[in-house]
Nanobody, 124 residues
Framework: QVQLRESGGRLVQAGGSLRLSCVASGRTFSTLSMGWFRQAPGKEREFVAGASWIGGITDYADSVKGRFTISGDRAKSTMYLQMNSLKPEDTAVYYC?????????????????WGQGTQVTVSS
């Protein structure tokens, strides 16, 4: 079992920045593939960014490339998503996901473990 807890979501103006955090427990952090998905009202959950720590690889959705950066702190078992140049279309509930894998998990069905979500709202 892997437990995930997100934090950091809030209301921010367009052009601003936020950093989301996801603390993982229950499994050795370095064996996990972790990432972020988001879901806006009336839309499907979509991949935002992901990383396989053991694989040493990251991946991003085209819509966030150059604006968002995923990183991890092994000592704190924490993953971060630094979001810059935020746009109103980034407004969504952001979910942290994880599963042991050497690959980046880019589809919702590929992960068994999810956090409860944190709301990010970007005002225009």
């Amino acid at each position: 079992q892997v437990q995930l807890r997100e934090s950091g979501g809030r209301l921010v103006q367009a052009g601003g920045s936020l950093r989301l955090s996801c603390v993982a427990s229950g499994r050795t952090f370095s064996t996990l593939s972790m990432g972020w998905f988001r879901q806006a009202p009336g839309k499907e959950r979509e991949f935002v960014a992901g990383a396989s720590w053991i694989g040493g690889i990251t991946d991003y959705a085209d819509s966030v490339k150059g604006r968002f950066t995923i990183s991890g702190d092994r000592a704190k078992s924490t993953m971060y998503l630094q979001m810059n140049s935020l746009k109103p279309e980034d407004t969504a509930v952001y979910y942290c996901n994880a599963d042991p894998s050497p690959k980046v998990l880019t589809t919702p069905g590929a992960s068994r473990y999810w956090g409860q979500g944190t709301q990010v709202t970007v005002s225009s």
